[in-house]
């Protein structure tokens, strides 16, 4: 409870939205199921007009609300892990190349501005392409274009925390260069780093989804993205079928925002 | 002491006068400098996308063959010994490489053009879209983040800040889909895609206001999210400002509240959101990417999709290479704009 004592409103409504999301994607199995994919009714049933099929059916008369369920699932589980990939990778190159510096530093951050250079969505689209999709790839392909902000930030933290006497000491008591950088240095470099997190998973969403709305999300997973492209293509019939999972796209992206946003602003309170 | 610093300057200075030789104009050299540290990255996005691209299942041939159907193991072979598919990797770098270097982008397989005809023919419009998206968001969201940071905690201020917070959850290729089943599909006002109209055989001022009818909402999409992130910038760079001892020494010789904001508070804050600017260029090309596909907008972004879906190799390793140059080329006038903005950053010292 004193967690949540510690958000201020926007945060406690972020964080009532994720825990809803969260409990959807855990019930999922009792609420919703069998397969997403399959046919359960009549094609293109308008929301509420069925008590069996709340939120309607798409064009092939799969069920709206099993396929939002479902959906939710993948992008949790897509966006959590692409997100804690970034930022462990992310930190990890941040640390070397901030703590050895020199040309290490030197081709390291040369590579993460090659990484930001070419835009983030364009290269989890030629990765996946590579990889063939399917949700370890997704997370890969993801984390590819944005770890570079976390990297950025550790280097900037650790070159401020390398000259600090706990260094000196640790240097003192004889341990090697990278076991001082990972073990004494990148635990407390990681706060800011760890304070990008709302926005690497709200960014692995919009990402995710861009990439199933394209096609090239897992064929085998119902997904938000998917749905709205799905729609699409009875956009004039039925637009309540690409509207339906955007509504839920927002939800979830802006509780993330949310909840970010309230965690920073506890955390700047505390010296 | 600090006199000798300043003599040993100053010094310095002198020989630089006296050497014009080494002198550059300075545009001229930071134009070099800038070349010196964007060589070596486009060197590793070249390295990097060859060999992660190399790694793909299946060549281009395969694709030929897969889309003609009908061609045996010979045509196949010849085929493949014609665009150097044979070869090994550091081989086909090599060649890769150097016909680059003479402006040569290699030979689309999906398009049968060479790949710098296709880019440059789609480049302009991708250009044209997020040149209009770009100045939307940031006179429209600067504006409304100086109305915002004005005067804070004021309704309109908890109004707008709540508003772009919520346009910022909101994904664009969504919002474009929005966007044509209100305007395009109820209301009728303007078309759905398309970056014309198909054989209107309009010339001159018509064809003009055409496209702008068919730009208005691909622009809208791609710009809300911009927009919102512009006019948080604004609004909480100008409330760090209002603290700032420089304002109540403003406001103690009296100078207007009007003046104040707009001449002083928001001149200041405007400076991270152009640096943002630059920092989204890379964000915004790959919007693009799905903001054109919803609006069948055939620009250099959704060339991107086409060459994935078509396994195109060449063509999409010359889509990340444009748009590599692209995002440095647009951080370039980025900062040149910055140091007309801020006496306190001059280019080329």
Sequence with gaps: ?271 | MYISVDRDKLREHQKLRLTPEFSLPPLVSFFLRRLATALPVLAVVLVGSFLVLEAASGDAVDAYVARSGSMDAEQIAQLRQEWGLDQGPAHRFKAYASALARGDLGWSTAFERPVASVILERLPITLLLMGVATALAFVLGSLLGVIAGAYLGSFRDRFLSTSSLALYAVPGFWLGLVLIVIFAVDLRWLPSGGIESVASGKTGPARVADIGAHLILPVASLAMVYLALYLRLMRDRMSEIWRDPFVNALKARGLSRRRIVWRHVARNAVLPVVTMLGLQAAAMLGGSVVVESVFAIPGFGRLAAEAVARRDTPLLLGVILGSAITVIIVNLLVDLAYGKLDPRVRVGR
């Design chain 1, 1 to 271: 409870m004193t967690f949540w004592r510690m958000l201020n409103l926007e945060g406690r409504a972020g964080a009532i939205m994720l825990a809803a999301l969260v409990a959807m994607a855990l019930l999922t199995p009792w609420i919703a199921p069998g397969d997403p994919l399959a046919i359960t009714g009549e094609p293109m049933l308008r929301p509420f007009a069925s008590s069996a099929h709340i939120f309607g059916t798409d064009r092939l008369g799969r069920d709206v609300l099993a396929g939002l369920l479902h959906g939710t699932r993948t992008t949790l589980l897509v966006a959590c892990f692409s997100a804690a990939v970034a930022l462990i990778v992310g930190s990890i190159i941040g640390t070397l190349a901030g703590y050895l510096g020199g040309l290490a530093d030197t081709v390291l951050m040369r590579m993460t501005e090659a990484f930001q250079t070419v835009p983030s969505f364009l290269l989890a689209l030629a990765a996946v392409s590579v990889t063939g999709p399917s949700v370890p790839t997704l997370i890969f392909a993801i984390s590819l274009g944005t770890w570079t902000q976390a990297a950025r930030v550790t280097r900037a933290e650790v070159l401020s925390l390398r000259e600090r006497d706990f260094v000196a000491a640790a240097r003192t008591l004889g341990m090697r260069p990278l076991e001082i950088a990972f073990r004494e240095v990148l635990p407390n470099a990681f706060g800011p780093t760890a304070s990008l997190a709302a926005i690497s998973v709200a960014a692995a969403i919009l990402i995710e989804a861009a990439l199933s709305f394209l096609g090239f999300g897992d064929p085998n997973r119902v997904t938000w993205g998917s749905m709205i492209a799905e729609g699409r293509t009875v956009l004039r019939a039925a637009p309540y079928l690409s509207i339906v999972p955007g509504v839920a796209l927002v939800v979830t992206v802006l509780g993330v925002h949310l909840l970010g946003r309230g965690l920073s602003r506890t955390e700047r309170l505390q010296p």
